[in-house]
């Protein structure tokens, strides 16, 4: 835990101007976050003093795992916090918890990668083509892994993976990279929440700081993890990244500061403070081709915020990706936080979690593009967003030229090339894109019992 008590006389000193453009409603907040590298901006905010500058009194608080922390922020413990993309817009819809939250600012991009343990690696090498200095091929297919589950499926072997939550990035990403190799990694159903129905793979929920751990004691063959854990099985040397997100769909949405709705409502002023402040954290992260990433480095090994080693969380957050030991390659996108409009909560970021969760039966029946949009628009708010990033503009703290003012909400359609499976991704079209995937349920199919209809 991490607390901040000044004096009034002492934060009266301390205060920047801005505290006299925003008359805040609140000043001292509550933040939780789960000790991966992608809360950085939090850290930044709090560690350069940009909270402050502000005139908020904030205090973080590292949470056990996603539900604690999505409970903490419904029932006021939290103020808002580091949240799963899945968790504002599962919740908003009713899947799981039922509550209004949102996000006026996302986090990052890409972060995340898939790896598997040595044995499953040995498995899978014969099938992964080779660079000519003998280094394995990148990205890797879900298709080099295929004939090694269908060896354990012959045994009467199940085939287990973890990822963290189940509207996670890492949910979603795991079975996109599944499936686009030809495995099923299952369906869920209201009356089955487990996600197993029909799969080749079997996916379970483990917290990231446990995902090493759980890989070492053979309870899972692989995970999707963001960082350090990925890094940190490299470094134990048990396991070994086999996909990157950035690989798997290139400068993907990752996680997003959420809120609840009511408090956005009651506290505007405060809303819009905490969003400077975190745009303000996300720019010195990314500012100068990434120079000041070994200092966050150095902040985030500290045991009040990830608490991993400081050469483990180097390892990607500097700009590489280190898959077999001593295999290290330049990734400098592997980590994005402010470039290519990072921060902007898009609605087409949205909808895509909202994609896979129809997909995989999260969301039982179909709906038409109007409900993706609709929803996109009640939990994602680019309008808090552009409204903070004004007003670090007119402080002389941003540049003007950094941030999408006509933008509608909807990024340009992500490329074929970009994604895993060639397949392109527009968020104005979401069933169309559904109809596009071979793998997942389309138009009207649902999922009765252990069998699709429809």
Known sequence: MKKLLLSLA?????????L?????????????????TDMAPLAVAYENGYFLDEGLFVTLEAQANWKVLLDGVIDGQ????????????????????????????????????ITVS??????????????????????????ALAPVVEKYKSEGKPFNMGMVFPVSTHNYELRYWLAAGGLHPGYYSPENVTGQIGADVFLSVTPPPQMPATLEAGTIYGYCVGEPWNQQAVFKGIGVPVITDYELWKNNPEKVFGITAEFAEEYPNTTLAVTKALIRAAIWLDENDNANRPEAVEILSRPEYVGADYDVIANSMTGTFEYEKGDKREVPDFNVFFRYNATYPFYSDAVWYLTQMRRWGQIADAKPDSWYDEVAKSVYKPEIYLEAARLLVDEGLANEADFPWESDGYKAPTPAEDIIDGIAYDGRTPNAYLESLSIGLKGDQKIVGSDVQG
């Open 20 to 36: 006299a453009e925003l008359e805040l409603e609140k000043d001292e907040l509550t933040f939780g976050f789960i000790k991966l």
């Open 78 to 113: 939290l103020d808002g916090a580091h949240m799963l993309a899945g968790q504002p817009l599962a919740a908003t819809i009713g899947y799981g918890t039922e509550a209004h939250i949102i996000t006026p600012f996302s986090m990052d991009l890409n972060g995340n990668g």
């Open 10 to 18: 002492a934060s009266t000193a301390l205060v920047s101007p801005a």
């Open 118 to 143: 040595n044995e499953i690696w040995e498995e899978m090498k014969p099938n992964i083509p080779k660079m000519e200095d003998g280094r394995p091929q990148h990205p890797i297919s879900a298709e």
